[in-house]
């Protein structure tokens, strides 16, 4: 089975901080995303990667950046947390070939004061 | 820009009775249809999907059905249980993933 972790489910921080959220997965997937999920609004693509030392802007990539060192590892980086990024945040990797599944993990829940 | 739309945004059953939610996507190139279901405090996983030269595709008491010309397809749950209860997400994927807005099922027992 894939495996996507995040390295917390809850976080909170305080305006202005630089926020990290990590995401690793275990089946040597190219392909890694970052969305942020809020009420209504679905799922909204924050940045992707298709490789190592690659990323792509989504469609809300206004005070986030991303960083990906190794293939198993995406990171988000909220370089300076304001109160309109309280979200959940949810990681996915992706094989493409026969099937484009997204497998995700369990998200993490951040509240910025 | 591309455009995908869900619904209902919420939707409540009898258990035992069925669930159809309908999503309709505006990307011509659109070529794979997976539904999403998430759980609380879980990220969504696909339960399934289909792709653009089959018009429907069935898993126990769960079905997809595709209307390609139409740019819509649909999920069918029938004889639902307390355990369906979740949010659904359509994300038709073209060169990339776009997601409804996601509907909200309840079952009541």
């Known amino acids: 089975d894939v495996k996507v972790t995040q390295s917390s489910r809850y976080l909170v921080k305080r305006t202005g901080e630089k926020v990290f959220l990590e995401c690793v997965q275990d089946m040597d997937h190219e392909n890694m995303f970052w969305y942020r999920q809020d009420p209504g609004l679905g799922l909204r693509l924050i940045y992707f990667?298709?490789?190592?030392?690659?990323?792509e802007k989504g469609d809300i990539p206004e005070g986030y950046s991303v960083s990906r060192e190794k293939k198993e590892r995406f990171s988000l980086i909220l370089e300076s947390a304001s109160t309109n990024q309280t979200s959940m945040y949810l990681c996915?990797?992706?094989?493409?070939?026969?099937?484009?599944?997204?497998?995700f993990g369990p998200g993490t829940r951040l509240l910025v004061l | 820009g591309e455009n995908v739309e869900q619904h209902p945004s919420t939707l409540s059953v009898q258990e035992g009775d069925s669930a159809v939610i309908k999503c309709t996507y505006s990307d011509s190139a659109s070529n794979y249809f997976p539904w999403y279901k998430q759980e609380l405090g879980k990220g969504p996983q696909l339960i399934i999907d289909i792709r653009s030269n089959v018009g429907e595709k069935k898993d126990q008491r769960i079905a997809v059905t595709l209307n390609k010309t139409a740019k819509h397809f649909s999920l069918h749950i029938t004889e639902t249980q307390p355990e369906d209860s979740a949010v659904y997400f359509c994300?038709?994927?073209?060169?990339?993933?776009?997601f409804g807005t996601g509907t909200r099922l309840k079952v009541l027992a």
């Open positions: 994300a038709p994927w073209g060169y990339k993933y776009i």
């Open positions: 996915a990797s992706l094989l493409l070939g026969a099937r484009e599944t997204q497998y």
């Open positions: 990667s298709y490789d190592v030392k690659m990323k």
